[in-house]
């Protein structure tokens, strides 16, 4: 009664439908540990955060190594399932749609970004986290879902719990699938820390930049954290978990970093125009053009497959991220007063100059007359 959110999506029907539960309250009990963690300090923070990671990844090696010898290799037959119908049923479109969905398992790597404050020497500590932390859980999640697909075949993971159908496909039985929810409990509980610190430190961001009102930047004097920002984040993501399905959220948060990533392939290549000045540890071939618009276009296809009501839950909300900055982002932006200072200042200045333009051409006026006079007379 407690466990899940109290409605799902149904695909079919397209609407939400009651699940007969109540409402989330483990979801809502972990973002509330989360939101006390993050107002403490980072560098608890960060402990917990290691110890869930290390604890997971302990989690799904031991299923692999201990799972693989169960495998039934018939499983992997046919490798690329075809297409049955429907647009999104197998085939090419359906592993964009799988993309789409798996996509959010690899989001995190980004908010190692919005800690650079707090890191030492952040060009090249930075990009080595971000490269290093992203092939490790490509390398972890083939493997688990290798081993998973070839425990059972392919259809009977359609559930809500599949790896609990992989296991029971084993001999260990209890005591692996007691330890694969553990781990499943860890994994979420450290991709919720993760996003709630990168959102704080973005409303952090926002706030110094005047997007914001002030107090999202207020910082705590004993924690040094902006705890006004975290404490409102912890409200909305107690609700949003409490009572939405984790598959809805996960595949609006896919979308939204799809274009996210776009417009970021896209200022790597307006920077390398407009910042070409600043040093660059880290040297890529064909990195200034090439790479960022592969990049760009491996989005938009990957954004292809995305169901529609996924793209409306989208835009309504972009459409409220829209009337919050141009009510008060828009008015209150720094950039834009220092734009119209600047503008303001370069005026006052050309006035002076103007003047003794004008003066100048004044005194060469009185000058000319003078001396034409001067000439009159001599005649």
């Not at 090696?61 to 119908?85: D, K, L, Q, T």
Request: aromatic residues 12%; hydrophobic residues 50%; glycine residues 6%.
């Amino acid at each position: 009664m407690f466990v899940k959110a109290p409605v799902a999506w149904n695909e079919d029907e397209e609407r939400f439908v009651a699940t007969g539960q109540a409402i989330n309250l483990l979801a809502i009990a972990i973002t509330i540990a989360i939101t006390i963690l993050l107002i403490i300090r980072i560098h608890q923070m960060a402990i917990v955060n290691l110890v869930l990671v290390v604890f997971k990844i302990i989690i799904i090696i031991i299923f692999i190594f201990v799972c693989c010898n169960c495998v039934n290799r018939s499983n992997y037959y046919p490798f690329f399932p075809p297409n049955e119908g429907s647009f999104n049923e197998y085939g090419v479109t359906g592993m964009l749609r799988a993309c789409t969905y798996a996509f959010f398992a690899y989001t995190g790597f980004d908010s190692v970004s919005t800690a650079a404050q707090e890191a030492k020497s952040p060009e090249r500590s930075l990009p080595i986290a971000i490269i290093g932390s992203t092939i490790i859980s490509l390398l972890l999640y083939i493997g688990i879902c290798t081993v998973m697909v070839g425990l059972v075949p392919y259809k009977l993971l359609d559930s809500d719990s599949p790896l609990s159908e992989a296991i029971k496909a084993t001999p260990y039985g209890l005591w692996l699938s007691i330890i694969m929810d553990l781990g499943v409990i860890a994994s979420l509980t450290t991709v919720a820390l993760t996003d709630m610190l990168t959102q704080t430190r973005i409303f952090y961001a926002m706030a110094h930049d005047g997007l914001l009102p002030s107090f999202f930047a207020k910082i705590h004097k004993t924690t040094t954290t902006p705890w006004i920002s975290i404490i409102i984040s912890g409200i909305f993501y107690a609700v949003f978990s409490g009572i939405c399905p984790v598959d809805v959220l996960g595949e609006t948060s896919s979308i939204s970093s799809l274009i996210t990533y776009i417009f970021v392939h896209i200022t790597v290549i307006v920077m390398r125009y407009t910042h070409g000045d600043i040093q660059r540890i880290f040297q890529v071939p064909f990195g200034s053009w090439l790479i960022p618009i592969i990049g760009s276009l491996l989005c938009i296809l990957l954004m292809s497959g995305i169901t529609k009501p996924t793209a409306v839950r989208f835009l309504v909300w972009t459409a409220l991220g829209q009337i919050i900055y141009f009510s008060y982002g828009f008015w209150h932006s720094k950039r834009r007063k220092y734009i119209k200072s600047a503008s303001t200042s370069s005026v006052t200045d050309l006035l002076p100059t103007v003047a003794s333009v004008t003066k100048q051409y004044t005194q060469s006026g009185l000058e000319s007359d003078l001396a034409s006079e001067n000439s009159e007379s001599a005649v």
